[in-house]
């Protein structure tokens, strides 16, 4: 199509949502036979009637509302950068997709909801499971509006990214658990009876690559799928889990659980907002990431990680110098 055509594109995507030239006419603030004008350029154009009387109004063909459906997601688009509407959140309605998994929902659904009943109640939060795999697919895909998890794959150009926290690995156990009343030591906590939180159920992970550096290993007596299950377990059992401070932040406060520093040392794993550049104006998404923030935010002032069970080294390599890469917060 020739450069000066493009303007037909508004003419003909005004005329399909108003079903009349002249209710398009006077959306566009332009006179009928302008309109008429422009119907006439586009048939020679597109080598089609594209309108045909109906009544009092217009039916489009078939070659026009193929051609519609294809360009009116791009014109909606193009109108929401040229005339970005503000984003109310206490009286819009919207729906939020959200890709995490249940580490960062336990984090963040209880004050999304409180948010939302008390400042915006037409807003809907829904959760689509994420992994570090399946990021660059769900928001290049726009699945979802935003993701909550690890930082982006390098090779994201497109992809923006906003630091939230910081996650902290530590050893939990029940309070009068025979290794909790000690210093942690290595050989303690390879001769435990492990829990591993595993989305596809394998015993071996992260951990048990750092024990082998050293000469040992450990025996993962159940593996469970997600983080919730993690704090009723160890409360009723013997089972040791490393597992990221948040997941059993709660019951350690309640004192349901005891948290320890771990004999070998994990780098801290960035937690962190992820969306595609085409949301970077959006109003309602840029309302949403500071919202997701503000609650990671409160979370942590909440619920601090211990200095006693911090990691202190900013390098990532445990006591062997066996170096240590972290790319997914499962142990």
């Not at 109003?283 to 990680?305: K, Y």
């Given at each position: ?195 591993r939180v595993s989305p596809t159920g394998d015993a071996t992970g992260m951990i048990d690559e750092i024990l082998k550096t050293r000469g040992r290993s450990r ?113």
């Open positions: 199509m020739r450069k000066a055509d493009l303007n037909l594109l508004v003419v003909f995507d005004a005329i399909m949502r108003e079903g009349s030239m002249t209710q398009a006419a006077e959306q566009l603030a332009m006179t009928q036979p302008a309109v008429s004008n422009a119907v006439a350029r586009m048939r020679v154009v597109w080598n089609d009637p594209l309108f045909v009387k109906r009544g009092r109004g217009i039916l489009p063909t078939p070659r026009a509302q193929e051609m519609w459906d294809r360009i009116r997601l791009h014109m909606d688009d193009l109108r929401e950068m040229a005339n970005p509407e503000p984003f109310d959140a206490t009286s819009a309605r919207r729906s939020f997709r959200i890709g995490t998994n249940d580490l960062c929902a336990g984090m963040t659904w209880r004050a999304l909801r409180r948010l939302a009943e008390l400042h915006a109640p037409g807003i809907d939060f829904h959760s689509v499971p994420n992994s570090k795999a399946t990021v660059e697919e769900l928001l290049f895909n726009a699945e979802v509006d935003v993701v909550l998890g690890c930082a982006a794959p390098a090779a994201s150009a497109r992809l923006r990214e906003r630091a939230l926290s910081e996650s902290h690995y530590v050893c939990a156990m029940r309070p009068d658990h025979p290794l909790a009343s000690e210093s942690l030591s290595l050989d303690s906590f390879a001769a435990a009876e492990h829990l025996r993962v007596a159940m593996t469970v799928n997600h983080y919730a299950q993690v704090a009723p377990l160890l409360r009723e059992t013997s089972l040791i889990s490393t597992v990221p401070f948040e997941a059993v932040a709660e019951s350690v406060q309640r004192d349901e659980l005891r948290a320890v520093r771990l004999p070998i040392t994990i780098p801290p794993i960035k937690l962190s907002l992820l969306w595609h550049e085409r949301s970077d104006r959006d109003a309602g998404q840029h309302w949403l990431r500071n919202q997701l923030a503000s609650v990671i935010a409160e979370s942590n002032r909440c619920h601090p990680v211990p200095d006693g069970i911090r990691a202190t080294r900013p390098d990532i390599k445990d006591e062997a110098d066996t170096t240590i890469k972290v790319s997914v917060p499962f142990a």
